[in-house]
């Protein structure tokens, strides 16, 4: 199956800080999904992005297909942004595969 | 729709017994996916359907784990016997097609003492 890393692993900001979070993958997708888990555990989707740039708020990701990668940014973060970010990806029908994750964690 | 909902959220039981988990896909999915995580290993799939089928089963850690989809509306992860090393927290996931997005439950957090 696809491999996927990211990039950092962990990340401390200040409140109203931006950051770049990194994901690579190993081999051509055609699903590539962003999730936040918040402090309950709970897998939010924030993107479905195989391809192209979409912006959701403070929030917009970024997939560059033919370089297999994907970049989230988070703009002007805020507390609530604290949590494990996830990058998945698949291709050909099969399964998601998760990254280990960018724990992010935003101080007031 | 109510989203992808899993029953119970959390499980307490003692080695050796049997648990029970269940799942409720999003209505008109036909992809229905098992996860796990764990602190060591992650978040990782144990199995897969597709229209009810299981597609991939590799993930499932060994022969005391099992899975079913009797409908399109239903799937079940049984453990038996149960062990403290299977304590982490099940995911059930849904998706319309092989290209679409995937939707998760809130999750079963499972304690075996």
């Known amino acids: 199956g696809i491999q996927v890393e990211q990039s950092p692993p962990d990340l401390i900001l200040q409140e109203g800080a931006n950051s770049t979070l990194r994901c690579n993958f190993s081999d051509s997708v055609n699903n590539l999904q962003w999730f936040h888990q918040n402090p309950w555990g709970q897998l939010i989707n924030l993107f479905y992005i195989p391809s192209g740039t979409k912006q959701n708020g403070r929030l917009s990701a970024t997939t560059v297909a033919t370089e297999r990668y994907s970049l989230l940014y988070i703009s002007s973060s805020q507390t609530t942004d604290s949590g494990v970010y996830f990058c998945?990806?698949?291709?050909?029908?099969?399964?998601?595969?998760f990254g280990k994750g960018t724990s992010l964690l935003v101080t007031p | 729709d109510a989203g992808v909902i899993q029953s119970p959220r959390h499980e307490v039981t003692e080695m050796g017994q049997e648990v029970t988990l269940r799942c409720k896909p999003i209505s008109g999915h036909d992809y229905l996916f098992w996860y796990r995580q764990t602190m060591m290993r992650g978040l990782e799939l144990l199995i897969y359907?597709?229209?009810?089928?299981?597609?991939?089963d590799s993930g499932m850690p060994e022969d005391r784990f099992s899975a079913k989809m009797p409908n399109a509306s239903f799937s079940t992860l049984k453990i038996q016997p149960s062990e403290p090393r299977d304590s982490a927290v099940y995911f059930c996931?849904?998706?319309?097609?092989?290209?679409?997005?995937?939707?998760f439950g809130q999750g079963t957090r499972l304690t075996v003492v």
């Open positions: 996931a849904s998706r319309r097609s092989s290209d679409t997005e995937a939707f």
């Open positions: 998945a990806a698949s291709n050909s029908g099969y399964a998601l595969n």
């Open positions: 359907f597709n229209n009810n089928v299981p597609i991939d």
